[in-house]
Nanobody
Framework: VQLVESGGGLVQAGGSLRLSCAASGIIFRVNAMGWYRQAPGKQRELVAAITSGGSPNYADSVKGRFTISRDNAKKTVYLQMNSLKPEDTAVYYC????????WGQGTQVTVSS
């Protein structure tokens, strides 16, 4: 199983980015899919997650700015990030929870002030 992330990059404050994470291979019973991030010198933290039924959960710091969605048929999870702030700068990791936990390789998001 591989998780392939895309969509990171450099953007100015106030801008938008959309992250995608596509899972390849056979994954049994995919439960939650989500995004974590890790900034330099900080611990990895949950940004947003979405259950198999489509219920989202967001970190307080991104509520109202980020939107998570998923396409179960494509085994893909998305993160639409609007009104980006410099403090959103981090490596963003895709996560899939099933019988096992799977992680993407990470994609850099840099927000300049």
């Amino acid at each position: 199983v591989q998780l392939v992330e895309s969509g990171g990059g450099l953007v100015q404050a106030g801008g938008s980015l959309r992250l995608s994470c596509a899972a390849s291979g056979i994954i049994f019973r995919v439960n939650a899919m989500g995004w974590y991030r890790q900034a330099p010198g900080k611990q990895r933290e949950l940004v947003a997650a979405i259950t198999s039924g489509g219920s989202p959960n967001y970190a307080d710091s991104v509520k109202g700015r980020f939107t998570i969605s998923r396409d179960n048929a494509k085994k893909t999870v998305y993160l639409q990030m609007n009104s980006l702030k410099p403090e959103d700068t981090a490596v963003y990791y895709c996560h899939v929870e099933s019988l096992y936990d799977y992680w993407g390789q990470g994609t850099q998001v840099t927000v300049s002030s």
